[in-house]
C-alpha cells in the first residue's frame, strides 16, 4: 500500500491510500477514525454484494454502529432531492458532528455522498472510495462534490475534501471492458497534459490496462492518483488556473455527452472532447502536427465504438457556451501547446470548432 498526501495552502493534508488489496484503513489512518460516534456506508443499489464486502472490510466496526444506504444508481439520480433523503437518513439515525460517511461507489456515489456530507450539521467528515477506473483516477479524488439541476450537470456543489481517498484496483477486477475503456478516456487525458514521467507511465500500460491486466491498473492508478491530487494540493477551489488543466477536453466532452441523452459514457465522451480540443490547437496553430499525431494517436488506441450523437453543431455551440468554464458570454476551452502544456483560450471562430466537431465524432 502507498499512503499518499499532499498539502494545501492553508496546511491541510489531501490523504489517500493507493493499491491493491488495501489492508483495513481503520488501523492505518487512526486519526481519521478517533472519536467517530457513527459510519455510515453509503453504495449505489446496484452495486455486487461483493463490493459492499470489501468496502465493508476496508472500514470494519471499530466500536461504533455501522449504517448503509443504498443510492438509486443512475447519474440521473443525483439530485438535490436524493442529498436530502440521505442527510434525512442520517439523522433519524441519529448521526452527529462526529460521524462519518464512506461513499464507496462510482462517480454518482462520491458526488453525491460527498454533496450531502458537506451540508449535513454544515459538514461531517467523509472518506471516498472510487470504485470504478474513472472514479479512482479522477471523480472520486479531489473534493468536488456535487449534484445536477435539472438537465444540466454538477450544477450544485461545494469543494469538500474527503478526509481520505481510498483507490483500491481490486475493485475494478469485474469491470466489464466498456468500463475500463470509458475510464481510459480520463487516462490518456493525462497523458496529455501531465508530466513526461506520467506519460511514459501511460504510454507503457495503456493497452495492458484496457485488457484488464491487474498490474497495469495499479501502475495507472497510482500514478494518475497522485499526480491529480498534487494538481489539487495547488489550486483546491479551481481559481489559479492549475486545476482547470484537468479540465482540457471536457468542454466539448460535456456538450457530446448531453447531446447524447444518456448513450455515451463519460469517459467515451471525454475522449472525443479531446480529440475535439487536440484539432482545435493544431488548427488554431497552437500545437505542432507531430505532436497533435502522437497524441492523437493515444485516443485512437481506445478503438472508440461510434459516437451515437446528432451532429447537431447549433446545440453544440450553445452547450459550450453555457460550460461552468466558459466564465460568461462566447466559447472558452483548455487547448494544449505541447505534450504537458496546456493554455486556455476564448471565442474561438466557429469555423474551427465545426471541423473540430466534425473530427471528434468521425
Ligand atoms: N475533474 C476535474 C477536477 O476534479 O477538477
Redesign the pocket.
Same mark, same amino acid.
Given at each position: 500500500m502507498k499512503n499518499f498526501s499532499s498539502t494545501i495552502r492553508d496546511q491541510r493534508l489531501i490523504q489517500a491510500a493507493l493499491g491493491r488489496g488495501l489492508p483495513p484503513l481503520t488501523g492505518e489512518f487512526p486519526a481519521i477514525f478517533a472519536g467517530v460516534d457513527k459510519v455510515c456506508l453509503v453504495t449505489g443499489s446496484d452495486a455486487p454484494a461483493s463490493l459492499r464486502a470489501r468496502a465493508t472490510a476496508l472500514f470494519p466496526e471499530g466500536g461504533q454502529p455501522h449504517s448503509y444506504y443504498w443510492l438509486p444508481p443512475s447519474e440521473k439520480a443525483k439530485t438535490l432531492n436524493e442529498a436530502a433523503k440521505l442527510c434525512a437518513f442520517l439523522f433519524s439515525r441519529g448521526f452527529s458532528r462526529n460521524s462519518l460517511i464512506v461513499a464507496a461507489g462510482g462517480g454518482t456515489v462520491t458526488d453525491l455522498a460527498g454533496f450531502a456530507a458537506s451540508i449535513y450539521m454544515r459538514g461531517i467528515k467523509w472518506v471516498s472510495v472510487p470504485t470504478s477506473f474513472l472514479g479512482q483516477i +479522477?471523480?472520486g =479524488?479531489?473534493g468536488?462534490t456535487a449534484v445536477n439541476l435539472g438537465g444540466a450537470k454538477n450544477m450544485l456543489g461545494t469543494f469538500y475534501q474527503p478526509a481520505l481517498s481510498v483507490c483500491d484496483t481490486a475493485f475494478l477486477d469485474s469491470l466489464p471492458h466498456a468500463e475500463l475503456r470509458s475510464g481510459a478516456g480520463e487516462l490518456v487525458k493525462y497523458a496529455m497534459i501531465g508530466p513526461a514521467g506520467l506519460r511514459r507511465t501511460i504510454t507503457k500500460n495503456l493497452s495492458h490496462a484496457l485488457s484488464g491486466d491487474k498490474s497495469a491498473l495499479t501502475s495507472c492508478v497510482a500514478a494518475c492518483a497522485e499526480f491529480?491530487l498534487a494538481?489539487?494540493a495547488g489550486d483546491e477551489r +479551481?481559481e489559479r488556473g492549475m486545476?482547470?488543466t =484537468?479540465?482540457f477536453g471536457?468542454t466539448a466532452g460535456h456538450a457530446f455527452e448531453a447531446m447524447a441523452e444518456g448513450r455515451l459514457p463519460h469517459g467515451e465522451a471525454v475522449a472525443r472532447g479531446l480529440r475535439f480540443a487536440l484539432i482545435v490547437s493544431r488548427d488554431a496553430g497552437l500545437l505542432k502536427p507531430a505532436d497533435f499525431k502522437k497524441m492523437d494517436a493515444l485516443v485512437d488506441a481506445l478503438h472508440l465504438p461510434p459516437a451515437k450523437v446528432r451532429a447537431d453543431f447549433r446545440r453544440f455551440l450553445s452547450l459550450v457556451s453555457m460550460d461552468k468554464k466558459a466564465r460568461g458570454a462566447g466559447n472558452r476551452f483548455i487547448l494544449l501547446r505541447a505534450p504537458g502544456r496546456t493554455a486556455a483560450a476564448r471565442d474561438i471562430k466557429d469555423s474551427l470548432l465545426k471541423k473540430a466537431f466534425e473530427g471528434a465524432l468521425k
Open positions: +479522477d471523480a =479524488l479531489g468536488k491529480k494538481v489539487v +479551481d486545476r482547470e =484537468l479540465n471536457h
